[in-house]
């Protein structure tokens, strides 16, 4: 039993390598959250939608070109 709480404080006490999450995981997060709001900003910016609550009246078709 004394063996096993040895290992157990030798690994404890051991200096951690950083790993990919622990170097780059904030960055990665920051860009994911960068993309997403860039993406969905131009995508809600284009669309021709007058925003409300209901579209009745609002919304009318397109001119159809041939």
């Given at each position: 039993a004394r063996g096993i709480q040895h290992t157990a404080v030798r690994q404890a006490h051991r200096k951690h390598e950083p790993n990919f999450h622990d170097k780059y995981g904030a960055i990665v997060l920051l860009g994911g959250a960068a993309m997403f709001t860039t993406v969905w900003s131009y995508v809600l910016?284009?669309?021709?939608?007058?925003?409300?609550?209901?579209p009745i009246g609002r919304i009318t078709p397109r001119e159809w070109r041939e």
């Open positions: 910016t284009q669309l021709n939608m007058e925003w409300g609550f209901s």
